[in-house]
């Protein structure tokens, strides 16, 4: 067909040649643009320079040429027999005329009748950050991220319009160019811990191995009318993520290199050795006064029993000094680098991106670091006419070093470096006298600084490759393959030296691991584009295969002679009998689908959207097959004639939709009887793997179905100075994947099952507004607010509810006793808690039944915020650029993170912890203005049933300045006429800089126990473009 | 332009064809789709032959291991094991609440603060064993109703799971009294909350799993190195005078107690070896301890600053945990030869420690005296069961039926081993504390104290005079809240708990 093309237009003998300058609003030098004279397919591109040249017969001298560029407006021109048309364009404030990409295609913004939001790379200021989701924290309505470890790479939980399956999985389904990513996981192995004692390990985010560089756009499908095309997959929304691809164009180069200063935020505030021996001592003779039952809790004579000895002398206090800041033996400051450089250009039939980036993080915390190198290339080829071919490729190694933070799930020995930091004496040095490092008060924990000498590193690579080919087969129908192959595969080396002196394996030892993740998928779809009487149809037919398969196996080897080879010969590790060898392959995880779209806009008024998919899972044993429809309509009422003229309207939109999507993230293994090894015990000199019920299977368990209602308005005014969209929405779940509980009587304690509903209702608001626009000075401003609540309709009917748990209450309330501070003296104790003692914490008898017990157990708060907010502002003046942005989470409540550090006997008791300087606020028999709970047991503790009371609960509602960037473009006369560069900007970036809060913990994000410390983080970069 | 729509026709078709050979398969491959595991074994696939019988009972015995412990796969909680020496296990709650070993890590035990709240989780160590109790009831009925080995060989592990019930049910009575544990097979999967069992219905169950089985198993594995470790006809008999005592059934507890003292077992001639020489004569049932899963109650016991102690030494120190009060360890005879098993004073790493520092918690109970290396684990048997309780039991069970003219002969065979006076010329009332002391002296650090208190009805009171503020109901512990709440009013909490 080319040659045709080509033998046609060279019979056409007399040529022009027109020629030209394209810049842009500021007068700078526009490349890219399209240049194409009308009713001809005959066109060229701007080079660098902003100039073309395009040949055109002489007999289209008084044609028009149409100049066309993403984000500008297009403009005609007459060429007028003129040689030479200048241009300066314009750029398009109708941002709505955007293209949304929706799964298995695009739509123009205007023909969207679900609801979705978009995010542009562009808008995010990308550095010193390792996964895009990170990014997007605050940034689009309805999207819920909370950052679970600010540990490099660490992981985040996301939902979309709120978590509403208990026990089951409710993070969005992640589409990356097109490719579902079935397993979203990672392959990282993990330690086995059966003799270690500590976890040692990363909460790693799977999308840390795509460079955020990458992506040009991020389009959020919130409601099931959108997202039903995902089906099975997609009751928690779908985030489409979509890589930058060429344009056709003189190739353009763009480097971004950054280096960022991180610094700890304020951290736990711990005893100095002075003020730990004095709390020590002080603490230790109440817990000798309340052992020996002494006054003021108890009538003990003092003279009849034993004196108190304090464990530190008045000279020792006198001469202990700071001692040892164990944290700052761990934690430093830390750095970024950053280097990113991409390519991007192409022909009309050739287009190419491809990038590469190295990110190098000394983190904060020692033994934490985060390299990682990544690679892309998206090519686009034409075969002839009708034939595309494609390849996103994107290769990415990351390298790791795992300390691990937050809580532990066992003793002291399993603490942690962080924790041990907390924990160790600052009354003792790093090493003894004869080197070896020092023991705490509590024998079982790991010295702080030893932990610096235990090897734990994981290298993981992940390659992406997606061929795709789009083959034109009329005009209005197109034929698509996308396959999908991800492979994840990681490797982790740990060795634990004889030098730590491990409590429970002083004779070293070493694990070697490995694991692979891999997703496939195929799928093959045809879609349809037609003028059909008055309006347009737009069809998707299509069908899918998936499949995941995680693998991992793992040895560790003990007992080593020497710290020498550490875990490059694990053969030399003595004790076999403290060998460990494991296995695993992941359950079959298959998938086959069906898929469908129609969607009808007439008279570019009314739209309406059909789509539909029919899921077949491997993970439900009888009942695989699901089908999940949707549906919804929209009307453009600013392009009735009564709008159509009007100042102050630009844009109005309403839009409905109704759909229902599955939720099938449960394990597979859940539907099976099982019966499961790992259950050992020695007999003679065998030690045997017992074998015994694991699971109650359950044949008939099948997809949770979420239905979504949505009603949502776009509203664009004053030219769409102002504009946005308002959405409202309800979710209700059903059937949900939970489980019933099996009486604790019984060998296994749950049986996956299809019981009960839950429902979140929600509305959210997205404005964004140009505030200021005067040519050189640009104010823009983004708002987003959100609010949900998540609440019960129908609970499991076998699961005993507790008499406080209302049928209908929030899906995260938290229940407990109220508490009326602590009781400060033997006269303050409550009738209705005779036997307490002075220092215990006084809960309130709710009721009033003189009675404490679960009839005083109330609903304390919400663990899920009310509003989720985001604020982002954009000033241009001139060559500054300034964005700041901010984000919060309102009306939740959280436990202080620090209260574990408050009980007084982690430092009273002889094998005594460090603790926070706020114990000094212990109530003791000599301290009686104390207000935090003293030393004796609460003998009414035992009796609430939930455990918990509101002690340490506290409102943890937040708003944090997660970004300033300040940038600025040198100016281009700098570069001269050589133009080698194009242009350059330098900025400077803060991220972290304040939150605001009430909350006394540590972070009111981070509000797991230890978390991983927050950075303050600053960069200085440059952007270059050649 | 003609020509461009003709090859459009051509090209269509083809690409049609292409893609209808994608699209089909896809849509019809339900092979594909089947639900499958890797890593597990199923009822199709297992109890088919004796070695899937033997993994399956050795699942029964993991609860009783020296080791830490392990997840529970039925509620996904991880629990410490029955015999570790931990201090929230069966073992050391069985110690801590009385007056021979005292601890301080956990205050509302040592307290009496507890209540139906105060263990959760991975903090309630025994209850929830009750799991294994349907375990085991699974494993009967799978194994009684295989076709695979011999009738000879499906008797012998069926015998085994029942004798491991029993003790498993045992083990529950003696800390939360009759609960309601599975016993019917069809009733496994069951939602139905099922109430408490009588007490008359929970003793006869247990008593019923022990005889029936007794026929079907060894004499003992005392000796037999590829064994050692099995529950015997010795074990079954244990159980069953463990449960006779605890209910007072004195005839019953003589009889069967005279049964084990004919079977061949014979008392260590040396107190100290009962507890370092492995499969020793005088032992009944001694959990088996290895490498790869030691026993932990040494290191728990050394204090961190621990040197040497006699001809005891090691590199570095323990964890500090257990001291005897002084009040118990001068309940021993100056010349008690039990007493060589206690540490009464040591080398520091910083210089002596004895009676005279004033700080020092107490001796230390160490019992196994022998060992190699610095820990922190040993393979070093725990002790369970030993002949030794036996003639005291048959010594207490005689008393309180006939008085002690026949007992003496009984307590004495334990007392002269230990270079003590005989018991002689006591009132049966003289004579019930006497063994109760001596039982102390014997027994101590082997998780019988508590029960011996309680049997005495001195626990609580024995708790009050230590300044604890414990109440009666507290010979009980409660009943987790999260089981309360879940029975919905058909499981009843222990006498006295508020939930």
């Given at each position: 067909?080319?040659?045709?093309?080509?033998?046609?237009?060279?019979?056409?003998?007399?040529?022009?040649?027109?020629?030209?300058?394209?810049?842009?609003?500021?007068?700078?030098?526009?490349?890219?643009?399209?240049?194409?004279?009308?009713?001809?397919?005959?066109?060229?591109?701007?080079?660098?320079?902003?100039?073309?040249?395009?040949?055109?017969?002489?007999?289209?001298?008084?044609?028009?040429?149409?100049?066309?560029?993403?984000?500008?407006?297009?403009?005609?021109?007459?060429?007028?027999?003129?040689?030479?048309?200048?241009?300066?364009?314009?750029?398009?404030?109708?941002?709505?005329?955007?293209?949304?990409?929706?799964?298995?295609?695009?739509?123009?913004?205007?023909?969207?009748?679900?609801?979705?939001?978009?995010?542009?790379?562009?808008?995010?200021?990308?550095?010193?950050?390792?996964?895009?989701?990170?990014?997007?924290?605050?940034?689009?309505?309805?999207?819920?991220?909370?950052?679970?470890?600010?540990?490099?790479g660490?992981?985040?939980?996301?939902?979309?319009?709120?978590?509403?399956?208990?026990?089951?999985?409710?993070?969005?389904?992640?589409?990356?160019?097109?490719?579902?990513?079935?397993n979203n996981g990672s392959a990282e192995p993990s330690l086995n811990d059966?003799?270690?004692?500590?976890y040692g390990g990363v909460d790693r985010?799977p999308?840390s191995s795509?460079?955020?560089?990458?992506?040009?756009?991020?389009?959020?499908?919130?409601?099931?009318?959108?997202?039903?095309?995902?089906?099975?997959?997609?009751?928690?929304?779908?985030?489409?993520?979509?890589?930058?691809?060429?344009?056709?164009?003189?190739?353009?180069?763009?480097?971004?290199?950054?280096?960022?200063?991180?610094?700890?935020?304020?951290?736990?505030?711990?005893?100095?050795?002075?003020?730990?021996?004095?709390?020590?001592?002080?603490?230790?003779?109440?817990?000798?006064?309340?052992?020996?039952?002494?006054?003021?809790?108890?009538?003990?004579?003092?003279?009849?029993?034993?004196?108190?000895?304090?464990?530190?002398?008045?000279?020792?206090?006198?001469?202990?000094?700071?001692?040892?800041?164990?944290?700052?033996?761990?934690?430093?400051?830390?750095?970024?680098?950053?280097?990113?450089?991409?390519?991007?250009?192409?022909?009309?039939?050739?287009?190419?991106?491809?990038?590469?980036?190295?990110?190098?993080?000394?983190?904060?915390?020692?033994?934490?670091?985060?390299?990682?190198?990544?690679?892309?290339?998206?090519?686009?080829?034409?075969?002839?006419?009708?034939?595309?071919?494609?390849?996103?490729?994107?290769?990415s190694q990351i390298n790791n070093?795992n300390?691990?933070?937050?809580?532990?799930?066992?003793?002291?020995?399993?603490?942690?470096?962080?924790?041990?930091?907390?924990?160790?004496?600052?009354?003792?040095?790093?090493?003894?006298?004869?080197?070896?490092?020092?023991?705490?008060?509590?024998?079982?924990?790991?010295?702080?600084?030893?932990?610096?000498?235990?090897?734990d590193k994981t290298r993981t690579s992940r390659i992406?490759?997606?061929?795709?080919?789009?083959?034109?087969?009329?005009?209005?129908?197109?034929?698509?393959?996308?396959?999908?192959?991800d492979k994840q595969s990681s490797t982790r080396n740990f060795?634990?030296?004889?030098?730590?002196?491990?409590?429970?394996?002083?004779?070293?030892?070493?694990q070697l691991g490995q694991g692979s993740l891999d997703n496939?998928?195929?799928?093959?779809?045809?879609?349809?584009?037609?003028?059909?009487?008055?309006?347009?149809?737009?069809?998707?037919?299509?069908?899918?295969?998936?499949?995941s398969v995680q693998e991992s196996f793992s040895m560790q080897?003990?007992?080593?002679?020497?710290?020498?080879?550490?875990?490059?010969?694990?053969?030399?590790?003595?004790?076999?009998?403290?060998?460990i060898m494991s296995s695993y392959r992941s359950p079959?995880a298959?998938?086959?689908?069906?898929?469908?779209?129609?969607?009808?806009?007439?008279?570019?008024?009314?739209?309406?959207?059909?789509?539909?998919?029919?899921?077949?899972?491997?993970?439900?044993?009888?009942?695989?097959?699901?089908?999940?429809?949707?549906?919804?309509?929209?009307?453009?009422?600013?392009?009735?004639?009564?709008?159509?003229?009007?100042?102050?309207?630009?844009?109005?939109?309403?839009?409905?939709?109704?759909?229902?999507?599955?939720?099938?993230?449960?394990?597979?293994?859940?539907?099976?009887?099982?019966?499961?090894?790992?259950?050992?015990?020695?007999?003679?000199?065998?030690?045997?793997?017992?074998?015994?019920?694991?699971?109650?299977?359950?044949?008939?368990?099948?997809?949770?179905?979420?239905?979504?209602?949505?009603?949502?308005?776009?509203?664009?005014?004053?030219?769409?100075?102002?504009?946005?969209?308002?959405?409202?929405?309800?979710?209700?779940?059903?059937?949900?994947?939970?489980?019933?509980?099996?009486?604790?009587?019984?060998?296994?304690?749950?049986?996956?099952?299809?019981?009960?509903?839950?429902?979140?209702?929600?509305?959210?608001?997205?404005?964004?507004?140009?505030?200021?626009?005067?040519?050189?000075?640009?104010?823009?401003?983004?708002?987003?607010?959100?609010?949900?609540?998540?609440?019960?309709?129908?609970?499991?009917?076998?699961?005993?509810?507790?008499?406080?748990?209302?049928?209908?209450?929030?899906?995260?309330?938290?229940?407990?006793?109220?508490?009326?501070?602590?009781?400060?003296?033997?006269?303050?104790?409550?009738?209705?808690?005779?036997?307490?003692?002075?220092?215990?914490?006084?809960?309130?008898?709710?009721?009033?039944?003189?009675?404490?017990?679960?009839?005083?157990?109330?609903?304390?708060?919400?663990?899920?915020?009310?509003?989720?907010?985001?604020?982002?502002?954009?000033?241009?003046?001139?060559?500054?650029?300034?964005?700041?942005?901010?984000?919060?989470?309102?009306?939740?409540?959280?436990?202080?993170?620090?209260?574990?550090?408050?009980?007084?006997?982690?430092?009273?008791?002889?094998?005594?912890?460090?603790?926070?300087?706020?114990?000094?606020?212990?109530?003791?028999?000599?301290?009686?203005?104390?207000?935090?709970?003293?030393?004796?047991?609460?003998?009414?503790?035992?009796?609430?049933?939930?455990?918990?009371?509101?002690?340490?609960?506290?409102?943890?509602?937040?708003?944090?300045?997660?970004?300033?960037?300040?940038?600025?473009?040198?100016?281009?006369?700098?570069?001269?006429?050589?133009?080698?560069?194009?242009?350059?900007?330098?900025?400077?970036?803060?991220?972290?800089?304040?939150?605001?809060?009430?909350?006394?913990?540590?972070?009111?994000?981070?509000?797991?126990?230890?978390?991983?410390?927050?950075?303050?983080?600053?960069?200085?970069?440059?952007?270059?473009?050649? | 332009?003609?020509?461009?729509?003709?090859?459009?026709?051509?090209?269509?078709?083809?690409?049609?064809?292409?893609?209808?050979?994608?699209?089909?398969?896809?849509?019809?491959?339900?092979?594909?789709?089947?639900?499958?595991?890797y890593t597990?074994?199923?009822?199709?696939?297992?109890?088919?032959?004796?070695?899937?019988?033997?993994?399956?009972?050795?699942?029964?015995?993991?609860?009783?291991?020296?080791?830490?412990?392990?997840?529970?796969?039925?509620?996904?909680?991880?629990?410490?094991?029955?015999?570790?020496?931990?201090?929230?296990?069966?073992?050391?709650?069985?110690?801590?609440?009385?007056?021979?070993?005292?601890?301080?890590?956990?205050?509302?035990?040592?307290?009496?603060?507890?209540?139906?709240?105060?263990?959760?989780?991975?903090?309630?160590?025994?209850?929830?064993?009750?799991?294994?109790?349907?375990?085991?009831?699974?494993?009967?009925?799978?194994?009684?109703?295989?076709?695979?080995?011999?009738?000879?060989?499906?008797?012998?592990?069926?015998?085994?799971?029942?004798?491991?019930?029993?003790?498993?049910?045992?083990?529950?009575?003696?800390?939360?009294?009759?609960?309601?544990?599975?016993?019917?097979?069809?009733?496994?999967?069951?939602?139905?909350?099922?109430?408490?069992?009588?007490?008359?219905?929970?003793?006869?169950?247990?008593?019923?799993?022990?005889?029936?089985?007794?026929?079907?198993?060894?004499?003992?594995?005392?000796?037999?190195?590829?064994?050692?470790?099995?529950?015997?006809?010795?074990?079954?008999?244990?159980?069953?005078?463990?449960?006779?005592?605890?209910?007072?059934?004195?005839?019953?507890?003589?009889?069967?107690?005279?049964?084990?003292?004919?079977?061949?077992?014979?008392?260590?001639?040396?107190?100290?070896?009962?507890?370092?020489?492995?499969?020793?004569?005088?032992?009944?049932?001694?959990?088996?301890?290895?490498?790869?899963?030691?026993?932990?109650?040494?290191?728990?016991?050394?204090?961190?600053?621990?040197?040497?102690?006699?001809?005891?030494?090691?590199?570095?120190?323990?964890?500090?945990?257990?001291?005897?009060?002084?009040?118990?360890?001068?309940?021993?005879?100056?010349?008690?030869?039990?007493?060589?098993?206690?540490?009464?004073?040591?080398?520091?790493?910083?210089?002596?420690?004895?009676?005279?520092?004033?700080?020092?918690?107490?001796?230390?109970?160490?019992?196994?005296?022998?060992?190699?290396?610095?820990?922190?684990?040993?393979?070093?048997?725990?002790?369970?069961?030993?002949?030794?309780?036996?003639?005291?039991?048959?010594?207490?069970?005689?008393?309180?039926?006939?008085?002690?003219?026949?007992?003496?002969?009984?307590?004495?065979?334990?007392?002269?081993?230990?270079?003590?006076?005989?018991?002689?010329?006591?009132?049966?009332?003289?004579?019930?504390?006497?063994?109760?002391?001596?039982?102390?002296?014997?027994?101590?650090?082997?998780?019988?104290?508590?029960?011996?208190?309680?049997?005495?009805?001195?626990?609580?009171?024995?708790?009050?005079?230590?300044?604890?503020?414990?109440?009666?109901?507290?010979?009980?512990?409660?009943?987790?809240?999260?089981?309360?709440?879940?029975?919905?009013?058909?499981?009843?909490?222990?006498?006295?708990?508020?939930?």
């Amino acid at each position: 067909m080319a040659m045709l093309i080509t033998v046609c237009y060279g019979l056409q003998a007399q040529q022009k040649v027109i020629t030209g300058k394209i810049t842009d609003e500021n007068g700078s030098e526009l490349p890219g643009v399209n240049v194409l004279l009308k009713g001809t397919s005959l066109g060229t591109v701007s080079d660098q320079a902003g100039a073309y040249s395009l040949s055109i017969p002489e007999s289209q001298s008084s044609g028009t040429l149409v100049f066309s560029f993403i984000g500008y407006l297009s403009e005609e021109l007459a060429i007028n027999n003129q040689t030479s048309v200048n241009i300066q364009m314009m750029p398009d404030i109708q941002t709505l005329s955007e293209v949304v990409v929706v799964g298995y295609g695009t739509q123009r913004r205007e023909d969207i009748s679900g609801a979705v939001s978009s995010v542009k790379a562009s808008e995010l200021p990308q550095v010193a950050n390792t996964s895009i989701d990170n990014l997007l924290q605050g940034r689009a309505a309805g999207l819920n991220l909370t950052q679970r470890s600010a540990q490099p790479g660490g992981g985040l939980n996301v939902n979309i319009r709120g978590a509403i399956s208990p026990n089951g999985n409710n993070t969005p389904l992640y589409v990356i160019d097109g490719v579902p990513v079935l397993n979203n996981g990672s392959a990282e192995p993990s330690l086995n811990d059966s003799n270690l004692g500590y976890y040692g390990g990363v909460d790693r985010n799977p999308l840390s191995s795509i460079n955020p560089s990458d992506i040009e756009s991020i389009d959020i499908l919130k409601d099931a009318s959108a997202t039903a095309i995902y089906g099975s997959a997609a009751a928690n929304g779908v985030v489409l993520i979509t890589t930058k691809r060429g344009k056709a164009g003189a190739v353009t180069t763009e480097y971004r290199g950054s280096y960022t200063i991180q610094s700890p935020k304020d951290y736990y505030d711990l005893l100095d050795a002075t003020q730990f021996m004095q709390q020590q001592n002080r603490l230790a003779k109440d817990k000798y006064l309340y052992d020996n039952g002494i006054a003021p809790y108890g009538t003990t004579d003092p003279s009849s029993v034993g004196a108190f000895t304090p464990k530190f002398t008045d000279e020792q206090i006198r001469t202990a000094g700071a001692g040892t800041d164990w944290t700052d033996k761990v934690m430093r400051n830390g750095s970024i680098q950053e280097h990113n450089i991409s390519l991007s250009g192409g022909t009309d039939k050739t287009k190419l991106y491809t990038s590469f980036n190295y990110y190098n993080n000394k983190a904060i915390l020692e033994n934490s670091d985060f390299v990682r190198y990544t690679g892309r290339v998206n090519l686009e080829q034409k075969l002839g006419g009708r034939v595309k071919f494609g390849l996103n490729l994107t290769l990415s190694q990351i390298n790791n070093n795992n300390a691990s933070s937050g809580a532990n799930a066992g003793g002291v020995e399993k603490y942690n470096m962080l924790q041990s930091a907390y924990a160790f004496s600052p009354t003792v040095g790093v090493y003894d006298e004869d080197g070896n490092y020092t023991k705490t008060f509590d024998p079982l924990i790991t010295n702080p600084v030893a932990f610096l000498a235990i090897k734990d590193k994981t290298r993981t690579s992940r390659i992406i490759a997606s061929p795709t080919l789009e083959v034109k087969i009329t005009d209005a129908l197109k034929g698509n393959v996308v396959v999908g192959i991800d492979k994840q595969s990681s490797t982790r080396n740990f060795y634990l030296p004889r030098a730590v002196q491990n409590s429970q394996l002083p004779e070293g030892m070493a694990q070697l691991g490995q694991g692979s993740l891999d997703n496939y998928t195929t799928e093959a779809f045809l879609t349809y584009d037609k003028k059909v009487g008055p309006g347009n149809l737009s069809l998707v037919l299509g069908a899918g295969y998936y499949n995941s398969v995680q693998e991992s196996f793992s040895m560790q080897a003990v007992d080593f002679f020497t710290d020498a080879l550490q875990y490059n010969n694990i053969g030399i590790g003595a004790n076999k009998e403290k060998a460990i060898m494991s296995s695993y392959r992941s359950p079959n995880a298959t998938k086959i689908s069906q898929f469908f779209r129609a969607n009808y806009s007439l008279l570019d008024k009314y739209i309406v959207t059909f789509t539909g998919r029919r899921d077949g899972s491997s993970t439900f044993p009888e009942d695989k097959y699901g089908f999940f429809p949707g549906i919804s309509a929209a009307w453009r009422i600013n392009q009735e004639d009564f709008l159509k003229n009007s100042t102050l309207i630009s844009d109005l939109k309403l839009r409905a939709g109704y759909g229902t999507v599955g939720n099938d993230r449960i394990s597979p293994t859940n539907a099976l009887d099982l019966y499961e090894s790992g259950f050992y015990y020695l007999i003679g000199n065998t030690y045997y793997n017992g074998v015994t019920l694991a699971q109650v299977g359950n044949q008939n368990l099948t997809w949770e179905t979420d239905v979504m209602i949505n009603v949502g308005l776009d509203f664009g005014l004053w030219s769409d100075r102002l504009s946005g969209s308002f959405e409202i929405y309800q979710r209700t779940a059903k059937d949900l994947l939970d489980f019933n509980r099996l009486p604790s009587n019984n060998a296994d304690g749950q049986v996956a099952a299809n019981v009960g509903s839950t429902r979140s209702q929600g509305i959210e608001l997205s404005l964004t507004s140009t505030n200021v626009d005067n040519g050189s000075l640009r104010w823009t401003t983004t708002l987003n607010v959100s609010t949900f609540k998540a609440y019960w309709v129908e609970r499991n009917p076998q699961v005993a509810l507790p008499e406080y748990i209302g049928e209908n209450d929030p899906i995260n309330a938290v229940y407990g006793w109220r508490t009326d501070g602590i009781i400060t003296s033997t006269g303050d104790v409550p009738s209705y808690m005779a036997g307490a003692k002075p220092g215990n914490i006084k809960y309130i008898d709710s009721n009033g039944d003189g009675e404490l017990n679960s009839k005083d157990v109330v609903m304390l708060g919400n663990t899920s915020p009310k509003w989720n907010v985001g604020l982002g502002n954009t000033v241009t003046y001139k060559n500054f650029d300034l964005n700041f942005f901010f984000y919060g989470f309102l009306g939740q409540s959280a436990f202080n993170n620090y209260s574990g550090f408050y009980d007084p006997l982690r430092i009273a008791n002889t094998n005594s912890q460090n603790t926070l300087t706020d114990v000094s606020r212990i109530w003791t028999a000599e301290n009686s203005t104390g207000d935090l709970p003293g030393i004796a047991s609460n003998p009414y503790s035992g009796s609430n049933p939930t455990g918990t009371h509101d002690f340490y609960l506290e409102k943890a509602s937040f708003v944090r300045l997660k970004n300033i960037t300040l940038g600025y473009r040198l100016p281009d006369k700098l570069w001269g006429n050589r133009k080698f560069i194009q242009s350059a900007r330098v900025f400077v970036d803060v991220q972290n800089l304040a939150v605001f809060s009430n909350y006394n913990g540590y972070d009111p994000e981070f509000t797991e126990v230890n978390p991983y410390p927050q950075a303050l983080s600053t960069t200085f970069g440059v952007n270059l473009k050649f | 332009m003609k020509n461009i729509h003709h090859y459009s026709k051509r090209s269509l078709m083809r690409t049609l064809i292409a893609m209808a050979a994608i699209l089909v398969p896809l849509a019809s491959c339900d092979d594909a789709l089947e639900t499958k595991v890797y890593t597990q074994v199923s009822p199709e696939n297992f109890f088919k032959t004796e070695a899937d019988f033997n993994v399956a009972v050795v699942a029964l015995y993991s609860p009783f291991s020296t080791n830490w412990g392990m997840t529970d796969p039925g509620d996904g909680v991880w629990y410490n094991s029955l015999y570790n020496a931990d201090n929230k296990t069966y073992l050391m709650r069985s110690i801590l609440t009385t007056d021979e070993m005292v601890n301080g890590w956990d205050p509302n035990l040592e307290n009496f603060t507890f209540g139906p709240s105060t263990w959760s989780g991975s903090n309630e160590t025994v209850y929830y064993k009750i799991r294994y109790v349907a375990r085991a009831t699974d494993v009967i009925n799978k194994i009684s109703n295989a076709t695979g080995g011999t009738e000879e060989v499906r008797k012998k592990y069926v015998a085994e799971a029942k004798v491991l019930r029993a003790w498993l049910m045992y083990i529950l009575y003696d800390f939360f009294g009759p609960v309601n544990v599975k016993l019917d097979p069809a009733t496994l999967n069951d939602t139905q909350i099922t109430p408490r069992l009588s007490d008359a219905e929970y003793t006869a169950q247990m008593e019923k799993d022990l005889t029936e089985a007794i026929p079907d198993l060894e004499d003992m594995y005392n000796g037999n190195t590829s064994q050692w470790g099995r529950v015997s006809k010795g074990v079954a008999r244990m159980v069953l005078l463990k449960l006779y005592m605890h209910t007072k059934q004195w005839a019953k507890a003589e009889a069967i107690g005279k049964e084990i003292l004919e079977m061949g077992y014979a008392l260590e001639p040396n107190y100290a070896d009962i507890f370092t020489k492995r499969g020793n004569n005088e032992l009944i049932y001694a959990v088996p301890a290895s490498d790869a899963t030691p026993n932990y109650y040494i290191q728990e016991v050394l204090p961190s600053d621990f040197r040497q102690a006699g001809s005891i030494t090691r590199k570095v120190g323990g964890w500090s945990g257990y001291n005897m009060p002084w009040s118990f360890f001068d309940k021993f005879d100056a010349n008690d030869e039990r007493k060589s098993v206690i540490i009464d004073a040591y080398t520091a790493d910083w210089g002596e420690v004895d009676r005279t520092d004033t700080w020092w918690k107490g001796p230390l109970p160490l019992k196994y005296t022998s060992f190699n290396g610095d820990g922190p684990g040993y393979a070093i048997d725990a002790v369970v069961f030993r002949l030794a309780e036996v003639y005291l039991s048959v010594a207490e069970a005689i008393n309180e039926q006939r008085g002690p003219a026949e007992a003496y002969a009984y307590v004495n065979e334990v007392r002269s081993r230990s270079n003590v006076a005989d018991f002689e010329d006591m009132t049966q009332d003289e004579f019930r504390d006497a063994i109760l002391d001596e039982r102390g002296r014997e027994l101590f650090a082997e998780g019988v104290r508590r029960q011996d208190l309680i049997r005495h009805g001195k626990f609580i009171s024995s708790a009050k005079a230590r300044g604890k503020d414990a109440k009666d109901y507290q010979v009980l512990f409660p009943i987790p809240s999260a089981v309360i709440i879940e029975g919905k009013g058909i499981i009843e909490q222990n006498d006295g708990y508020t939930n």
